[in-house]
């Protein structure tokens, strides 16, 4: 079974600030990993994603995720946050052992808010 | 960019009722996924789907649940017999023809019981 865990429910920081937003997750098998977003009313969008390769991942608006597989965290990073940073971020994991057909395991969840 | 669609955004149904959440999945995926997320909770896997059966469920999806795709292009769940615990946003998602591409999500239909 897998597991992940948001350690902040709720970041608040300033605008033009760094943010960390942490996961960690537990798994006895290898994993794919992935951030979501969710702005208020809408669905869960894709923020970026580590299959294999390279650990450090970028998204196209600034977002960077580091894979460190020996401290299993997928941390989310920005040096500089816009007010339309302002969401609630999910990290999400996928078995990439072929057993579990596409179940993706998510933690609870991270409110980033920005202030000006 | 192609899009996962749910229909309806908000759904009120009495408890007992049998209630029908609709999907439709971007048009070359094939691979299909219902979630939900009670209110305050995390985003929870129900069942995934793939070439016309479900490839794997979780607890959650017992017998009061069903998941179908009746034609080409719509993908739905039903809940047969709706419990007030039923309450939640449900979301459906698609990915593409490998089980690591991203899984594309929809809005959400959000699914209240009286």
């Known amino acids: 079974a897998q597991s992940v865990t948001q350690l902040d429910s709720q970041v608040p920081v300033f605008e033009e600030a760094p943010v960390e937003l942490r996961c960690n997750y537990s798994?006895?098998?290898?994993?794919?990993l992935f951030w979501y977003v969710q702005y208020p009313n809408q669905g869960l969008q894709l923020l970026l994603k580590?299959?294999?390769?390279?650990?450090l991942v970028e998204s196209i608006n600034g977002f960077e995720a580091e894979f460190n597989k020996s401290q299993t965290s997928f941390h989310l990073r920005k040096p500089s946050v816009h007010i339309s940073d302002t969401a609630e971020y999910f990290c999400?994991?996928?078995?990439?052992?072929?057993?579990?057909?596409?179940?993706?395991?998510f933690g609870q969840g991270t409110i980033l808010t920005v202030h000006p | 960019e192609p899009e996962v669609t749910q229909t309806p955004s908000h759904q009120v149904t009495q408890m007992g009722q049998e209630v029908i959440l609709r999907c439709v999945p971007i048009?070359?995926?094939?691979?299909f996924y219902w979630y939900r997320q009670i209110l305050g909770q995390k985003v929870e896997f129900l069942v995934s789907?793939?070439?016309?059966?479900?490839?794997?469920k979780s607890e959650i999806f017992d017998d009061q649940f069903s998941v179908e795709r009746p034609d080409g292009s719509n993908f739905t769940l039903k809940i047969r017999s709706t419990k007030l615990e039923d309450s939640a946003m449900y979301f459906c998602?698609?990915?593409?023809?490998?089980?690591?591409?991203?899984?594309?999500f929809g809005d959400g239909t959000r699914l209240s019981i009286l």
């Open positions: 998602a698609s990915s593409g023809n490998r089980l690591n591409q991203p899984q594309h």
């Open positions: 798994s006895s098998v290898s994993v794919y």
């Open positions: 580590y299959l294999s390769g390279s650990t």
């Open positions: 999400a994991v996928l078995n990439a052992g072929g057993t579990s057909y596409g179940k993706l395991t």
């Open positions: 048009s070359n995926h094939l691979y």
């Open positions: 789907f793939y070439n016309n059966e479900i490839s794997e």
